[in-house]
């Protein structure tokens, strides 16, 4: 369990300093378009692509640890991801932060180790795709009908 919350924790963080190392990327940058000459000045921003792979490493860390752990810890534990996000905007970025907004890193630091603390350990059993679907085809009638 301890490994799952370490990899949730690593891949959160991942997925959101990676964007931040994108969108910092980009300054300067033409709007992305399919364009090749436009994708070539993308991929040549040591930025943006130190960012996307970050991102990516970020997902394939997440997928690892969705397959070690319940998503009942995984998910609340990934939620941190916005604590760190502050941490590395206020020192990288230059962000202010003021009391409040450490008091909520503090808070989600405490939640993150307060998961680790009291999270069981559940075997793994078969999940039955049927309803899930059935949810995702309700959801669809759901938002056509209204559009």
Not at 53 to 72: E, F
Request: glycine share 10%; hydrophobic share 55%; with cysteine.
């Amino acid at each position: 369990m301890l490994e799952a919350i370490l990899l949730t924790l690593a891949a959160t963080a991942g997925n959101n300093i990676g964007k931040v190392l994108q969108k910092k990327g980009t300054v300067g940058l033409p709007p992305l378009t399919l364009n090749l000459k436009v994708m070539r000045t993308y991929a040549l921003s040591k930025t943006w692509v130190a960012g996307f792979c970050i991102d990516i490493l970020g997902a394939l860390l997440m997928l690892r640890a969705v397959s070690q752990a319940p998503v009942s810890v995984i998910q609340p534990v990934s939620g941190c991801g916005l604590a760190m996000l502050s941490i590395f905007s206020h020192f990288y970025l230059k962000e202010a932060m003021n009391l409040l907004d450490w008091l909520g890193v503090a808070m989600a630091a405490t939640g993150t180790i307060g998961v680790g603390i009291i999270g069981e350990e559940q075997e793994v059993s078969t999940i039955s795709f049927r309803p899930f679907a059935w949810l995702i085809i309700a959801t669809l009638i759901l938002f056509v009908g209204v559009a």
